[in-house]
């Protein structure tokens, strides 16, 4: 994959402290990646790259929303999504990305691409099961719902097979609470 040079931080030239990076993602991010579950993406990241002696401390902070279409009736809405994560960058004798919060780079790098990072934090982000806020609060109007209602059972048709049951299972339900 090819990497985006407007997430490369060059560490390198930096002095020793703090240095903060901000990042406006859309939806051409996300093309880069050939992910099209979302429909649009509006997401600030907030990055905070700590620069020590031996070591790298980066620090992500997203927030924003995608717009997704919802589980249960298919219609578009707009996700709000909030997401950090705590990124340490060492030194060593070759690359090695195996630890999920760890990146050991090769002596001599000057520079670290986030843009995988960034990627992974947005896509966990959103949850797995994603219900329109209109669904959940009663307000939205949609065939799909109305659709859904009408095949849904009734409470009323319950209610009439219990009446309607032999009297006899009375009985022998009368058994098994007298036994207790």
């Not at 907030?46 to 997203?62: G, N, P, Q, R, S």
Request: negative net charge; charged residues 30%; proline residues 3%.
């Amino acid at each position: 994959m090819k990497l985006l040079k407007e997430f490369t931080i060059q560490f390198v030239g930096l002095k020793l402290g703090k240095h903060h990076f901000e990042y406006q993602i859309g939806d051409e991010f996300f093309k880069h990646f050939e992910y099209d579950d979302f429909n649009h993406a509006n997401i600030q990241v907030d990055v905070l790259l700590e620069k020590k002696a031996t070591l790298l401390e980066l620090h992500f902070k997203i927030s924003g929303s995608v717009n997704v279409y919802c589980d249960v009736t298919n219609e578009p809405y707009d996700q709000a999504i909030q997401n950090e994560f705590d990124l340490v960058v060492k030194f060593g004798d070759e690359y090695n990305d195996e630890e999920i919060d760890l990146l050991v780079l090769p002596h001599g790098e000057y520079e670290v691409n986030i843009q995988q990072y960034i990627y992974e934090l947005i896509v966990l982000a959103v949850p797995t099961k994603r219900i329109h806020p209109g669904v959940e609060d009663g307000t939205l109007q949609s065939d799909i719902l109305d659709k859904l209602e009408e095949l849904s059972p009734k409470e009323q048709e319950n209610k009439n097979d219990q009446e309607d049951t032999d009297p006899r299972w009375n009985t022998l339900k009368k058994l098994l609470t007298d036994n207790k």
